[in-house]
């Protein structure tokens, strides 16, 4: 029988192990995409997740309405990250992918080369994801990784509905930026 | 690639026409540039497979790792790592029993019949004829002094 998030958290609130468990199988593997999103390493991502849930355990009885356990968990999931750059200083993974450019494939390699490119597309999508600033990325995460409405990713990062769609459309403009520099940005003024 | 001095202000509404998340009349008007300008055409399509390749680099790999991690955090921390309504019961019982033991002590303290005064020992020694130092066990000890015994007491 699948019980409803909702039925899961007051169980776990009353102290159920077996309520909470099912929590983290349910929630735990998008927390795990987010954290991954936005710190890059993915040690560091199971360091955070552990953070994360052992934080949500001791908190969960204080959970006032059972129905938004799942942006509870990602409120928690955001702050936990959050601090994590604070402690850290810096972004992760801060360099310029200015001149980055991939080979010419060879005719006699295509297979092993699309597989190479592919890698070295989706290195290059991480490290740009990366260099985001991080409310872009956390909403960029929240929305494409965790499949949330702008609404409840308003909600669990404290900003408004409107600010969240803004930053998610800003990542999408950065990140084409980022790994297509040169080949579609519009020149104005040009004659049609 | 030529570009028309609109081109900007579409591509910048790209990522929110990809949410269908413009006013109906910019998405006609959006919908309407891209459909007849190849620079804005290729960037829609550039945006939507941005996004189609966000989504399949998701990474949740570990997760099962993280888990059983968690699960014996959960485990040893125990004590320390119980949900807080079982402490809170648990401090709730502490002070329950301890407002018990009060009550108990002020009942044995302020219901217990006071023990007699001197002067009220004093009364008794004479009207029952017997020394008031037989009565001295019942004297309590602030009444008890140098000049405890008045001229008239029963020896």
């Known amino acids: 029988m699948v019980h409803s998030d909702r039925t899961l958290a007051i169980d776990a609130r009353a102290g159920g192990r077996e309520a909470f468990d099912a929590l983290v199988t349910r929630h735990g593997p998008g927390l795990l995409a987010f954290l991954r999103r936005m710190v890059g390493r993915a040690d560091d991502a199971q360091d955070l997740f552990q953070d994360v849930f052992l934080r949500a355990f001791k908190g969960i009885s204080r959970l006032e309405d059972p129905d938004r356990v799942r942006p509870w968990l990602v409120t928690i999931a955001a702050n936990v990250a959050r601090r994590h750059f604070e402690r850290r200083g810096r972004q992760p993974h801060e360099h310029s992918l200015e001149g980055e450019q991939l080979d010419a494939p060879d005719d006699s390699a295509v297979n092993a080369l699309d597989d190479l490119e592919t890698t070295e597309r989706r290195e290059g999508l991480q490290r740009a994801i990366e260099r985001l600033p991080p409310r872009q990325k956390a909403v960029l995460s929240l929305r494409l990784d965790l499949e949330l409405p702008f609404q409840e990713i308003a909600g669990a990062i404290g900003i408004s509905e409107e600010n969240a769609r803004a930053h998610h459309y800003q990542a999408l403009r950065s990140l084409r930026r980022m790994l297509e520099p040169a080949s579609t940005a519009p020149r104005t003024g040009d004659a049609t | ?155």
Request: charged share 25%; hydrophobic share 45%.
């Open chain 2, 1 to 155: 690639m030529n570009t028309r001095p609109e081109c900007p202000l579409v591509r910048e509404r790209l990522p929110a026409l990809l949410e269908n998340d413009l006013p109906p009349g910019e998405t006609l008007l959006v919908r309407a540039h891209v459909e007849g300008c190849e620079g804005c055409a290729a960037e829609q399509e550039g945006l939507a497979g941005l996004v189609r390749e966000i989504v399949a680099t998701r990474d949740e790999s570990g997760f099962e790792a993280a888990r059983v991690a968690l699960g014996r955090a959960l485990d040893s921390n125990g004590q320390d790592a119980r949900p807080r309504v079982l402490s809170i019961l648990t401090r709730r019982h502490r002070l329950v029993a301890a407002a018990a033991a009060l009550v108990a002590i002020a009942g044995a303290l302020f219901l217990a019949p006071p023990a007699p005064t001197l002067d009220e020992l004093r009364l008794a020694s004479r009207e029952l004829s017997v020394p008031l130092d037989s009565l001295r066990p019942a004297f309590r000890l602030s009444d008890l002094g140098a000049a405890s015994l008045a001229p008239g007491d029963a020896r």
